[in-house]
Structures are given as structure tokens and as C-alpha cells.
């Protein structure tokens, strides 16, 4: 099995096109001028798509902030560390070689790596060897990456950056709600806007902006990973902006 995550940038002449189309898992990112290419990562979805709340159970949750940015995920094995990272379809390694592909294949996201290893990568270290639940072979953790003017995916250069903590996956799954607050809320963690059976009162109050959030709120419930289930609520306010921004095409960006 070829090593996705030890292929660096190459260039042409030293891997054809033809090598690279033998690994459908592989996708080739090329300079303008075709004289190097990135070979990256391609993954099946690291987060699953969230579904709305047309059919969403009403059951007790806990609602938290949806956050308008970049959904970036990062792995921690035992021996390893923290050894590769990318966006929901790509990943790389978390070394220099990596980041700097990492770059080149998503401008606007630079400062995502050095924000995580300020904020995140020895906390939740220490958190997954202190913790017996968390001795399991390889962990992905999910934080959205945004500034104050970020919309729809788009980052302004100029805005400061963070990363939130959302979501983490052992071996097991996704962590239920409950434990990922008990665990991780010394961290920067999604804010936590509702706990309570979900209700269709609570949903028209986020779309009606009656909690104070941008874009919405994804809702989490279940009391085991097996059962864990998820829906987004997005505000009526996000709705008119995606509208005014991408004309007929604004559901692309909606639930």
C-alpha cells in the first residue's frame, strides 16, 4: 500500500500522470507552469454531513453555536503524536512539508496549524493520556477555523483567527455531547446555547435570532456513540444574507 501521507511535492518528471490515476484516493494539485504538484490525501468525508431538522427527534439535547468558517481536522496516534491534519475531503502531515502543501492548496487557512499548536495539540494530549476512555490507537478531533468576518467558507486576511473544538472521534465514534463537555470544557469548545428536549419552539427561536448566534446551531443528542444524532438550525438573518450573496444558488450554502 503506498504511504499517502509520506508523498511530498514532486514534480512531474519524477511521478507521470498515469502513476498518479492508479490511485483514485490521490489528487494531484499542479503549479500554473505544471513544473510541481502537490499529491495529497484524498479522504471519504472526515465529518459527516449534519442533516436539518425536518425530521429531527425531539429528544433532549444540547444545542451548540454553529460556527461560519472551515471545518479542519487533526489526528493524534499514541506513538506518533499529532501526525496529519486537513479540511473534510483532504489531509496532509503535520510537519513542515505538509503545512506548506497545506497552504498551497487552501489560501486563507495559514494560520490554522500554529492556532492549533498554541491552543490545542499539548491540552489535548495530556487530556487523551490522563483518561482511560481516550487509550485508543489513533483520534480525530474537529475545529472550525473563522475570523469576525468570515462567511460561507470565505476568510478576510486581515481578520485575527481561532479555531473552536466541536467534536472528538476515538475507535469508538464520535463522543456523545455530554462527555465531550465534561472532557474538553477547559478548551476553546463550541459555545453551548441550549440544553433541553428539543422542541419545535426552540427551533423557530433560533431562526427568529433569539439567541444571539450568526448562523445557527447544531444540535446534538444520544447517549452512546451507536445512537448519537445531530441536526443544524440556521437563522433566518444567515438565510437573507447567503441570498443576497449567491442569488439563486444560496441553498447550496443553507441546511
Not at 502537490?38 to 427527534?57: G, T
Request: proline content about 4%; aromatic content about 12%.
Amino acid at each position: 500500500m503506498l504511504g499517502l501521507l509520506a508523498l511530498k511535492l514532486i514534480s512531474r518528471r519524477e511521478y507521470g500522470l498515469g502513476e498518479i490515476t492508479a490511485y483514485p484516493e490521490l489528487r494531484l494539485i499542479c503549479a500554473s507552469n505544471k513544473s510541481a504538484c502537490i499529491v495529497m490525501a484524498r479522504v471519504q468525508l472526515a465529518y459527516p454531513k449534519i442533516p436539518d431538522s425536518k425530521n429531527c427527534p425531539l429528544e433532549r439535547c444540547i444545542a451548540f453555536e454553529k460556527y461560519d468558517g472551515t471545518n479542519i481536522h487533526w489526528i493524534w496516534e499514541i506513538e506518533l503524536g499529532w501526525y496529519a491534519f486537513g479540511t473534510r475531503r483532504n489531509r496532509f502531515d503535520l510537519d513542515d512539508m505538509g503545512i506548506a502543501e497545506f497552504n498551497a492548496a487552501h489560501p486563507g487557512l495559514e494560520q490554522a496549524p500554529d492556532i492549533f499548536s498554541r491552543d490545542f495539540a499539548s491540552q489535548l494530549t495530556t487530556i487523551f493520556q490522563e483518561n482511560q476512555q481516550y487509550n485508543c490507537p489513533e483520534i480525530t478531533v474537529f475545529t472550525e477555523f473563522f475570523g469576525l468576518n468570515s462567511f460561507a467558507g470565505m476568510h478576510k486576511h486581515e481578520d485575527q483567527k481561532q479555531l473552536v473544538l466541536f467534536d472528538v472521534q476515538t475507535d469508538g465514534g464520535i463522543i456523545i455531547p455530554q462527555q465531550f463537555v465534561q472532557d474538553f470544557n477547559e478548551l476553546n469548545i463550541a459555545r453551548i446555547i441550549y440544553r433541553g428536549k428539543l422542541t419545535g419552539k426552540f427551533i423557530n427561536h433560533v431562526r427568529e435570532g433569539k439567541y444571539g448566534v450568526t448562523e445557527g446551531v447544531v444540535c446534538k443528542g444520544g447517549n452512546n456513540p451507536n445512537n448519537l444524532w445531530m441536526v443544524k438550525i440556521k437563522t433566518n438573518a444567515y438565510m437573507c444574507r447567503l441570498q443576497q450573496a449567491f442569488k439563486e444558488n444560496w441553498q447550496a450554502y443553507w441546511e
